[in-house]
């Protein structure tokens, strides 16, 4: 049986926002009765992650993904619920735990922002008490594996946000973490650079066999990285499982790809024609309606090849995203 | 539900020697990192001197106009007072109640929360190797106002021991109840009008806006019981007055319980304000 890294049981966060109206009579009221609003960002979630799994953790903007996070990595009280990572639990802070994780931020400048990244390892490794025998060498070993031999001697302000971003990373790591969260790492980033960090998460993961709870809005960011992914949306989990199941859940249609003898014919009355590319047209169907399509369209028309496919990924995520708050 | 329920401890080196290599590290981060500043920092300290150097043509001129000495206290008294002021004032200069405010607004507390140290101690550390910028750049300026004032200093070798401890106790104090105060920033976004009430109590009853036996003997008095003057008054006078040696004792182990105090209180404080945190801003 494989243990959990992060238990999630019931968790939740309730913000409390002041709220009033615009204008003065409403400030002049407000000094007398402040109103607050109960904003419930995390709402009695429960999953939880194996060690060594590598799990996205989904959901549009708002929808408690980083209030779980911060929550995870010991940043905020829970209102209510419980999280436990590697057996400690988050909110207490203990220095134990704090020295097992980390939690990088994309938007998030975590380095000393005037000098070279080096200097900012230098104390990491004073604050995480690495023993100067085992830092040096790991060190060196993120940096190169992260390809910044040259970027690290420079102060980090005159660094590109690529290039910040991945110096950030080995300032992340140096302390070995055993789980990881990683809060859109590749915001901002180009393909490469996307590319780059994610190949390097995977190594790091094999390599260490560290835990990771990854959210990101690139949908090659999860596939690259991630067999499972948990959906939050509303701050509730909408889906947790395979990331490959997500479409069976949302997606009410597939597409068939479809190449005929007789090329542009028209097969508007299988389904929606979503585009024709050459011979090849592919056409949008009812799931349930799939397998009858398909017959159709085989004894029907003089079919050379055909397909069918889930939707892809990010219009499945789309989907998602665009549910209403459940009641 | 399976939990990994053990979990060995983190493999360190002494917990003291560990602590020491934090504090050294940290504060060699902060030379570092004000040296590449050193132009502005001393531009900073050139503004400051601007205020001592007003109070000390102020009551030379009254000196002068009394005979040469005011309650006692000579011109040359006057410019010792100021000269030392400027550096007790430049060692007073810590991670202020209104840096929490921004550290809070800004998210850069969510940096310092997944360290596993209290950001107490990395602000201490990183203030004070900032001081050790301060006094190297502090010296030329302070001889540069010698020849200009002529002070009457003469200390003797216990007084400038005490007065090495003293101005660092006067760093601890300061910094226990700035950030203790600083506190409060969790609880409310404008803790700025309370700052300024705190700051005008401090230069009444500290000895900065002028020296303790110059203010009417009930504010010496409430000023006895408060932490400012021994932050401020006490480590001046350690070098410029003339305490004995028990006094510089006594003055030493009085830093040393509000150091204390202004620690519990801040420890306290942490303890609440914490689970008040709402981490925002990233």
Redesign the interface.
Known sequence: MSEHAVVVDRLEKVFQVPERDPGLVAATKGLFRRKTREVRAVDAISFTVDQGEVVGFLGPNGAGKTTTLKMLSGLLYPSGGEGRVLGFVPARRQREFLSRITLVMGNRNQLQWDLPALDSYELNRAIYRIPREEFAPLRDELVELLDIGDLVRKPVRQLSLGERMKAEIVGALLHKPQVLFLDEPTIGLDVTMQKRIREFVADYNARYGATVLLTSHYMADVEALCKRVVVIHHGRILYDGPLAGLADQFAAYKTIGVALENGGADLSRYGEVLHTEGDWITLRVPKAETSSVTARLLTEEQVLDLNVEDPPIEDVIELVFAQERPE | ???????A?????GRFR?MV??Y???AR?AV??QF??RTANYFYMFGMVAEPVIYLVVWTTIADQQGGSVNGLTAGYFAAYYIVWTLVRNMNIVFGAPFWEHRIRE?DL??D?????LPLH?DIAYFAGWKVVVIVLWIPLAIALSFLFDPALSPNAQQVAAFAIAIWGAYLIRTMFQEALGMLCFWTTRGAAIFDLWMTLELLLSGRLVPLPLMPDWVQEISRFLPFQWAFYFPIETLVGDYSNAELVRGLLAQLLWILIGLAIFRVAWRFA??K???VG?
């Not at chain 2, 539900?1 to 979990?7: I, K, L, R, T």
């Open positions: 539900m399976s939990v990994v329920p053990e979990v401890p983190v493999r360190e080196a560990s290599d934090l050294v590290t940290t981060t570092s990192q590449q500043y998210g969510n940096r929360l997944l360290r596993p140290v990395y914490i689970r945190y709402s981490a990233g």
